[in-house]
T-cell receptor
Framework: NAGVTQTPKFQVLKTGQSMTLQCAQD?????MSWYRQDPGMGLRLIHY???????DQGEVPNGYNVSRSTTEDFPLRLLSAAPSQTSVYFC???????FGRGYTFGSGTRLTVV | KQEVTQIPAALSVPEGENLVLNCSFT??????LQWFRQDPGKGLTSLLL?????REQTSGRLNASLDKSSGRSTLYIAASQPGDSATYLC????????????FGTGTRLQVFP
């Protein structure tokens, strides 16, 4: 049981480039979300999804795009990378309400935009 | 707006001490509270989950309590070990918005031999 898998683990981008951070879970969880972690600011929610075909914005959505075509996958797209998007990105999943279980996190993607 | 605060920001203790990490939140309307551990350069590992109807949860040397009315949770670590050194994060799932977590900024713990 792999849990939540994120790829790549590290990435360096030039300003203006685009890329997709991949996230996959094999636990049949309905809820998936993306967070970014910056020093002194904790983890902040970028986008989230409560099921296939349903996505919504979190606290810091600008510059990012998501889609959820399957239950398993929730990719995060950077449309035109900026140095302010240098951060560590975490994907998380949860079975949702009523299951008595919390969130499971991936190991993260460390992104540097130069 | 829900805000989560963790005090202290950093803590250094000798091995063997019992210690308490604090987490406070401004809105008592939460569905659950989750404690995580994060090692340097790594992801988050879930330690304990407390539902809003529960008062505490225990796992090994860890005990987490929840006082929803006062907006507080504590993580108690018994007989600390150098391997406990990490950053500890608490996060709340707001009632009615359980599809997202609101995190504190964490307590960085160092346990020295």
């Amino acid at each position: 049981n792999a849990g939540v898998t994120q790829t790549p683990k590290f990435q360096v981008l030039k300003t203006g480039q685009s890329m997709t951070l991949q996230c996959a879970q094999d636990m049949n969880h309905e809820y998936m979300s993306w967070y970014r972690q910056d020093p002194g600011m904790g983890l902040r929610l970028i986008h989230y999804s409560v099921g296939a075909g349903i996505t919504d914005q979190g606290e810091v959505p600008n510059g990012y795009n998501v889609s959820r075509s399957t239950t398993e996958d929730f990719p995060l797209r950077l449309l035109s990378a900026a140095p302010s998007q240098t951060s560590v990105y975490f994907c998380a999943s949860s079975p949702g309400l009523g299951f008595g279980r919390g969130y499971t996190f991936g190991s993260g993607t460390r992104l540097t935009v130069v | 707006k829900q805000e989560v605060t963790q005090i202290p920001a950093a803590l250094s203790v000798p091995e063997g001490e019992n210690l308490v990490l604090n987490c406070s939140f401004t809105d008592s309307a939460i569905y659950n509270l989750q404690w995580f551990r994060q090692d340097p350069g790594k992801g988050l590992t879930s330690l304990l989950l407390i539902q809003s109807s529960q008062r505490e949860q225990t796992s090994g040397r860890l005990n987490a309590s929840l006082d929803k009315s006062s907006g507080r949770s504590t993580l108690y670590i018994a007989a600390s070990q150098p391997g406990d050194s990490a950053t500890y994060l608490c996060a709340v799932a707001p009632f009615g918005n359980t599809d997202k977590l609101i995190f504190g900024t964490g307590t960085r713990l160092q346990v020295f031999p």
